[in-house]
């Protein structure tokens, strides 16, 4: 379905999107980077509203959101395309795609009716990025909140301004990427910039928005114990109690010639994490790893214990820890 884009500028034809932080000018009958919006007569239009590729209950594990619902199940959602164009993309058969893949038109009433359906507490834009889907996240927000459930972003960060100050009302949680702690690699590999998205971590940090985030670590990528460091001492120094996921990297898309991170790595990033202050540090896609488990920064203790997505035990009944009382940055 096409609609009117929300947040764009438009003077003698030309339009600059507002939607995320490539603020696109786009000339009459072009597409911004996304290739889902496109300018006719100086009007922006979007051409992915409800256009959905994957539909999906999933556990709230999987997104990861370790320290937001435990044990729940979200419905998720993906579209098509992207606005970033990172070659080891863990997602490109959708990423990558444009509007003639195979996808359905699902409108936000029905979202939120199949939430029920599907034993779900709340909806996760996800498998894509979600940012350049704004019109459609902003409606089937907006039903979820007034019903009582919950909404998850599950993106790269890279939304402009605009669109966080809309989001920040009907926007509970959100997993941010963290591709990298270099300039360089998201100029060249993701076509972004790293001070814009740590920027926008900050805002959605002031906005209130339960923040995870996560590092896909890509061995001679950016797996250099210094540039873990800076990025977990930049965590700590914004918000020590934001939980950091250190993400298993398997070979996808066009990087097939770097083996899966291994194990050894990941841990050097945990203890570096913790080292720096971190409270909450997981390692995940990797099966059954005791770091898959919430600890209580304070005490030490195990206080969620997983398996994969799933929670095998939560001992949480509020927020305090059952063993010490300290308080957890937990949203139950
Ligand atoms: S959503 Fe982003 S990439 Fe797409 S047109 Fe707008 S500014 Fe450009």
Redesign the pocket.
Known sequence: MEIE?R??QSKDGRVK????????E?RDGR???????ENRDGT?FVLNYGVVSSIHPDPIEKKPLHNFKPGTYVLSLGGVSC?FRCEHCQNYSISFANLDFPTKYISPETVVEMVGRYNCEGIALTYNEP??W?EYAEDCFSLAIEKGMYTVYVTNG?M?KEAIKVMSDILNAANVDVKAFQENFYRKVCGGSLEKVLENIKLMEKKGIFLELTYLVIPSKNDNSDEIREFTRWVADLNKRIPVHFSRFHPDYKVMDIPPTPIETLEMAYEIAKEEGVEYVYLGNVFGHKYENTYCPNCGEMVIERRGFEVVANLFKTEKCPFCGYKNNIIL
């Open positions: 884009s947040l764009y999107c507002q939607t995320c932080a490539h603020y696109c786009i597409k911004g980077i996304c290739r889902v919006r922006l606005n940012s350049i704004h890279y402009s």
